[in-house]
């Protein structure tokens, strides 16, 4: 802040180091590296890798806006590699400033890193081929040469998936291959998803043909918000299917800031301690009082004295089915209001 006070074009630059670092850090894609550099210098950005054949172009608003038209030479710009086969181009006329001297630096540092960990390997691993299959404001045939570079067969079936991290591509089949790797094509062996405490989230997508990929990921973000992280602060499944939502998905819908009484209701019961939130939990999940009480590890009599003080602080019975579908929805709503959209 001081440095900032003193003199603006410094503060900025560290402000613009912070931000690539941290992208670097969460081992960002293209997309999101290209949509930084757009939004920090208020001017589209694009990236053009050659030897990849891989075109990723972002408005000022961080919307993918794919262009085919040539680049004017008159850009700023620098080169991501050595061999200057990808460069990164700012769409503005002159001599780069400080700051956009810096957004082109760190940025295409932040790319370099990309292109590093994914030269040499199956180009459907490459994290640009897969945000642009699943970006819904790509062209179709931009899309489709993205799914031909994964092999993506037109005639097989594939689920987007969501992860806090970034878009993922599996075959239809392999639902448990989401995780560790930007995205996979029929022909490679899928990894396992992580165990639920390492604290993975993922929302599933429906199985559809590489052309309807966006639609897939669309839902499976939806499906994200619904996903857990597992902890004692957020119990449940960290790995949720869109179509296992039914009804449920339109609760996403709502905006965060719609009065909803049991949700208050809801907060107000987990702030008593934390046994309320995992009791609530484990009976919205099992069937019966007695087996909650299995799945939490208590006496079936404790368990019972707990969801009596539970429901005492809830103000309603949740004993009875209209009262648990209560609780129910009051809980899938306190988890997507804990996982806003993205």
């Not at 794919?66 to 680049?71: F, I, L, T």
């Not at 009480?293 to 539970?310: E, P, Y």
Request: aromatic share 2%.
């Amino acid at each position: 802040m001081r440095l900032a006070a003193l003199d603006a074009d410094a503060g900025a630059a560290l402000r613009v180091i912070a931000y690539f670092d941290g992208l670097a850090e969460n081992r960002a894609g293209l997309q999101a590296i290209v949509r930084g550099a757009a939004v920090l210098a208020g001017c589209p950005a694009r990236l053009d890798d050659r030897s990849r054949r891989v075109h990723v172009r972002v408005d000022p608003a961080g919307r993918a806006a794919p262009d085919p038209s040539a680049v004017d030479e008159r850009w700023m710009r620098t080169p991501v590699v050595p061999d200057a086969s990808a460069i990164l181009w700012l769409e503005r006329i002159g001599e780069a400033g400080p700051v956009e001297a810096m957004i082109l630096e760190r940025a295409a540092g932040a790319a370099r890193a990309v292109l590093d960990r994914t030269r040499g390997r199956a180009p459907s691993a490459d994290p640009a081929l897969v945000e642009l299959i699943v970006d819904a404001s790509a062209p179709p045939e931009v899309r489709r040469q993205a799914a031909a570079s994964m092999r993506l067969s037109e005639s097989g079936r594939f689920r987007a998936a969501a992860l806090p991290s970034g878009p993922r591509v599996v075959p239809a089949g392999a639902t448990s291959a989401i995780a560790g790797r930007t995205g996979i094509g029929p022909a490679e062996a899928p990894p396992e998803l992580p165990s639920p405490a390492a604290g993975s989230r993922a929302g599933i997508g429906p199985a559809v043909a590489p052309g309807d990929l966006p639609a897939s990921y669309a839902a499976a973000r939806i499906a994200l918000r619904f996903a857990a992280d597992g902890t004692a602060e957020d119990p449940g499944p960290t790995v949720v299917r869109h179509e296992d939502l039914g009804g449920l998905a339109l609760l996403a819908d709502l905006p965060d800031t719609a009065e909803v009484p049991d949700l208050r209701a809801l907060d107000h019961a987990t702030a008593a301690g934390p046994w309320v939130l995992s009791t609530l939990h484990a009976l919205a999940e099992a069937g019966s009082l007695r087996a909650a009480a299995t799945a939490s590890r208590l006496h079936h009599s404790t368990f019972q004295d707990r969801i009596t003080r539970a429901e005492h602080l809830l103000g309603w019975t949740i004993r009875d089915p209209h009262g648990r579908l209560r609780l129910q929805l009051a809980l899938a709503l306190r988890r997507l209001r804990r996982h806003p959209p993205t």
